[in-house]
């Protein structure tokens, strides 16, 4: 496996955490400050945000905004945003400031965090920029050095390729594919067309990558969950269109997002998804 330089980049970008005062809006604004620093972007921390109007007050606690102030001082270009927002506010912020993408930490209790995992997945589906989901906090960087790409038969590859792309080009992190061993010939035909393309388009980039074939009867993104390596990140794409069973028991990301300490990259399948200009 060859190591490639990472790339140095000329045009700003952002990376927008929202940040709900609960341990979860913590840790997504931990995991915002060393996304910044893997992507070379400046930070914004939303402290006050909702999907309605709240009861009384829309002014933050003076001491949250305070810890979150101090959270992100070691990250350049930071700002923590106060003005209460709704999604339509900050995916238009996103648009007007490059934001490469959000940040939201995911408490799948529903107890605390301002994200159960049935919020986030509405949340992400309106969103064209990727939206990085975080349960657990992380002391450094180290963690965005290896990023898991699952590969099988389906043809929305190539974007979650690029994006997971993204972090071996800006940070030199390697890109570890994970694919199915078929024992059919139609499906292993399909599966190794998509690794092929993976491959040349790595190979031109100068992408870091290596490969690990997966028992065909596994759900790919699940195993990821629990695969061997112990740091690292995974990048999914969304479900386009619900069936009837995902209706009734939710899409197949619901089993994906905050089930474990690995943050998880989240992409929608849409034809205006924002594509980093490198």
Request: glycine share 4%; net charge negative.
């Amino acid at each position: 496996m060859e190591v490639h330089e990472p790339i140095k980049r000329d045009k700003n970008l952002n990376i927008t955490v929202i940040a709900d005062n609960s341990p979860f809006g913590r840790i997504a604004a931990k995991h915002g400050v060393h996304l910044a620093e893997v992507f070379q972007a400046s930070l914004t921390v939303m402290a006050n945000f909702g999907f309605q109007l709240p009861d009384s007050t829309s002014e933050p606690d003076k001491a949250f905004v305070t810890e979150l102030q101090n959270i992100v001082q070691e990250a350049k270009n930071n700002q923590v945003i106060t003005d209460y927002v709704f999604p339509e506010t900050l995916f238009k912020y996103a648009e007007e400031h490059n934001t490469a993408m959000l940040v939201i930490g995911i408490d799948k209790t529903a107890k605390e965090g301002l994200f159960s995992v049935k919020k986030a997945l509405k949340f992400i589906r309106q969103s064209r920029f990727p939206v990085m989901t975080v349960t657990e906090t992380v002391e450094d960087t180290t963690r965005y050095k290896h990023i898991l790409l699952t590969l099988d038969i389906e043809r929305q590859n190539k974007e979650k390729a690029l994006w997971a792309g993204y972090f071996s080009r800006f940070y030199g992190s390697v890109i570890h594919i994970l694919y199915p061993e078929y024992k059919d010939e139609g499906l292993a035909k399909l599966v190794r067309d998509n690794v092929d393309f993976v491959e040349k388009l790595y190979e031109n980039l100068e992408i870091s990558y290596d490969k690990y074939p997966v028992p065909s009867q596994s759900h790919l993104d699940a195993y990821a969950l629990t695969d061997t390596h112990e740091s690292g990140a995974l990048v999914i794409m969304m479900t386009r269109y619900y069936t009837l069973g995902d209706i009734l028991t939710g899409p197949r990301e619901r089993k994906i997002i905050g089930q474990t300490g690995l943050p998880v990259l989240c992409i929608n399948q849409r034809d205006d998804l924002y594509v980093l200009c490198t």
